[in-house]
């Protein structure tokens, strides 16, 4: 087990490149369960969640390899549909196994997924939507057992907008004699991205980006190569480190469009950012003002991702910073940590208020989400003195190769290892 050593104070200053969106590829690994033959997907990131992806391939009868940051996934000998808990419960996305496994054998059984502790997280969305279209669901000692009884068509309307659900639903829906419009959709780039893989395997999906998207099902789904979309998270964790710790950051491979929001706060707070074509570059003095109010929403909206980002990054600007929270109940696991710090915020259920001080001191901090870990690093390195990060399974779930970029930026950051007696809930 590892922690991570951070001595704050310095400047960021040098390139980073951004790599495949985490909640692409994980969605689109699971479509490649829909393909009779081979599929190629590039830019796909080497993180801990995508290995667990892998596994439930191969523990599926799936074939896997991995050549640099390019899958090969040949699902053609694709012979179970149960996905074990061992690996249901390492990750939120094994819950797309249901959908795609549905499509392909015409039932599934799932241990329920795991992922970050942000709320209750249920999956109600996914199942009625699914037993609107003829699946039926039975759980039993802790397995959740889904086959078609009877298929229909026609329209879902999702209450509010779930990634996850219009996910399930997408991959459901794409091998079927009949049409679906799914109203209320999420819009998120990364569904894009999977609307975008799978009709380029010979779906037929219509209104991608929109809140009412058309599946118009077809036999059979051929293996395709696709390019997964940059990693918008990833950029946001960049550019909000090097934001709050002041430098002259350029990010390559990444889409400035899809981060808008983030790009106009920090603006706002007094960077200077361009951002053409697939690169942005940042400059920060790292004396920052307070943002406007904050509220996260589904996509266009702010990511509730980036929120603890941001809220570290501002932690020292001038002014009072709110932040509201609205995709999720607990996503403010982060604030003590950051309070432990020197951190002024008050937290009042939904709503957290950062006044910026002038100084953060050093201390040992414990992320419990993957973007709360990547927080805490920010706030680490722009704490004097030395901090220390514990929890980091959680940033392996999400992040390739952070230490060593923060280290090429100039960040002193270095990960050790936890002596054995040490070693608890990390
Ligand atoms: C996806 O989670 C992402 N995960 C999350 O990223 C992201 O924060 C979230 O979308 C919102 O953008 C992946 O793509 C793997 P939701 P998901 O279904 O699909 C409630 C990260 O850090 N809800 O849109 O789980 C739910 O409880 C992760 O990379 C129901 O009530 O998100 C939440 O409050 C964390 N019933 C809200 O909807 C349901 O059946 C949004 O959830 C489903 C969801």
Not at 49 to 54: E, F, K, Q, S
Not at 127 to 144: M, P, Q, T, W
Not at 150 to 166: I, K
Not at 280 to 304: C, M, Q
Request: charged share 20%.
């Amino acid at each position: 087990m590892k922690k991570l050593l951070i001595t704050g104070g310095a400047r960021l200053s040098g390139t980073v490149r951004i790599h495949g969106a985490k909640n692409s590829v994980l969605p689109v690994l699971a479509a490649c369960c829909l393909c009779t033959s081979p599929c190629v997907l590039h830019n796909c990131p080497d993180i801990e969640d995508v290995r667990t992806a892998l596994a439930i391939l191969e523990s599926l009868g799936c074939k896997a390899r991995r050549e640099g940051s390019t899958l090969c996934i040949d699902a053609s000998g694709l012979s179970k549909f149960r996905v074990e808990k061992r690996l249901a419960g390492k990750m939120r996305s094994s819950i797309l196994f249901l959908g795609a496994l549905l499509a392909r054998c015409g039932k599934a059984e799932l241990a329920l997924p795991g992922g970050c502790p942000l709320g209750e997280r249920p999956i109600d969305l996914h199942v009625k939507s699914l037993s609107k279209l003829g699946a039926r669901f039975s759980f039993e000692k802790g397995i959740l057992q889904a086959a078609w009884r009877e298929r229909s068509d026609g329209d879902v309307f999702l209450p509010r907008p779930s990634v996850g659900a219009t996910e399930n639903l997408l991959l459901a829906c794409a091998l079927m004699n009949g049409t679906v419009t799914l109203h209320g959709a999420a819009r998120e780039p990364e569904i894009t991205d999977l609307i975008g893989f799978l009709r380029a395997a010979g779906a037929d999906i219509r209104g991608a980006g929109s809140g009412d998207i058309t599946i118009r099902g077809v036999k059979k789904l051929h293996g395709a190569t696709y390019t997964i979309l940059p990693d918008r998270i990833e950029t946001a964790t960049y550019l909000c480190m090097a934001a709050g710790c002041g430098g002259d950051v350029a990010l390559r491979r990444c889409d400035g469009r899809l981060l808008a929001p983030v790009i106009g706060c920090l603006r706002e707070a007094g960077c200077e950012i361009r951002s053409v074509g697939s690169e942005i570059a940042l400059k920060s003095s790292g004396k920052l003002t307070a943002v406007s109010p904050v509220t996260t929403a589904p996509y266009p909206g702010f990511p509730t991702d980036a929120q603890a980002l941001l809220m570290a990054a501002v932690l020292r600007a001038k002014g009072e910073s709110v932040f509201q929270e609205t995709v999720f109940e607990r996503r403010f696991l982060h604030v003590p940590e950051l309070q432990k710090l020197g951190a002024d915020i008050v937290l009042s259920g939904k709503t957290a208020r950062v006044r910026g001080v002038a100084h953060l001191h050093g201390a040992m901090l414990r992320a419990e989400d993957l973007r709360g870990a990547a927080a805490l690093i920010t706030a680490g390195l722009l704490a004097e003195g030395e901090s220390e990060v514990l929890g980091l399974s959680h940033l392996a779930r999400g992040y390739e190769n952070l230490e060593q970029n923060l280290k090429n930026l100039g960040a002193a950051i270095k990960s050790v290892d936890i002596p054995a007696p040490f070693v608890y809930n990390t």
